[in-house]
């Protein structure tokens, strides 16, 4: 399978605890998106890498949530001390900045709960 | 602050009826607009994508949608639906020189009764 891959797709844990999540784009794709997404909203935007630079961060990203891509191809994104709020499904996506078409290809998601 | 709006949160069709969802974006320059399409248990699949050019798009299962600048609308459209269209539907859009981050509507819930 050469499409986006989320690993685990399923985490539950305990308020308080610290929990990472990994992102493997599709292999060529220079950026890489992460995306938070609660029940009954779409998608919305956390994040996102050109190579290994973060260059931009919403303002829903607070300072217990950090995301990385040290090689410029694999991502985490890792929660510290967990809140019941930040139960939801984390979303990554990769594009290519030189295909001309900007399309985003969406993993299927890592499904968080905080008990 | 850019924004999607999706008008319809829940739709209910009998298989062969006609669907359209509507799907309306704040202005922001020039722009890039998507429907995403999750089934059950499955993950977000473009359903159709307008970048430039023809403003009526045709994309995947016989689904297509209208460009329309001067009412900043993106509607979605199928003359027949079936039931295996059950799904949630996503009407997104980037701006463009925005760094491409994906502005998502709320989703509109599909259910087709059989």
């Known amino acids: 399978d050469t499409g986006v891959s989320q690993d685990p797709r399923h985490k539950i844990t305990k308020r308080g605890q610290n929990v990472t999540f990994r992102c493997d784009p599709i292999s060529e794709h220079n950026r890489l998106y992460w995306y938070r997404q609660t029940l009954g909203q779409g998608p919305e935007f956390l994040t996102y890498f050109q190579n290994e630079a973060q260059l931009e961060k919403s303002r829903l990203l607070s300072d217990r949530f950090s995301a990385e891509r040290p090689k410029g191809s694999f991502s985490t994104l890792e929660i510290q001390r967990t809140e019941q709020g930040d139960s939801a499904m984390y979303l990554c996506?990769?594009?290519?900045?030189?295909?001309?078409?900007?399309?985003?290809?969406f993993g299927p998601g890592t499904r968080l709960t905080v008990l | 602050a850019q924004s999607v709006s999706q008008h319809n949160h829940h739709v209910i069709l009998s298989e062969a009826a006609s669907l359209e969802l509507g799907c309306n974006y704040s202005y922001g320059g020039t722009v890039n607009l998507f429907w995403y399409v999750q089934y059950p248990g499955q993950h977000l699949q473009l359903l159709l994508k307008y970048f430039s050019g023809d403003p009526l798009v045709k994309g995947i299962k016989g689904f297509e949608a209208e460009f329309i600048k001067s009412k900043f609308s993106f509607n979605l459209r199928k003359p027949s639906v079936q039931w295996s269209d059950t799904a949630e539907y996503f009407c997104a859009v980037t701006y463009m020189n925005r760094d491409d981050k994906i502005i998502f509507g709320k989703g509109t819930r599909l259910h087709i009764l059989p």
């Open positions: 996506a990769s594009s290519s900045s030189t295909s001309g078409s900007n399309e985003q290809f």
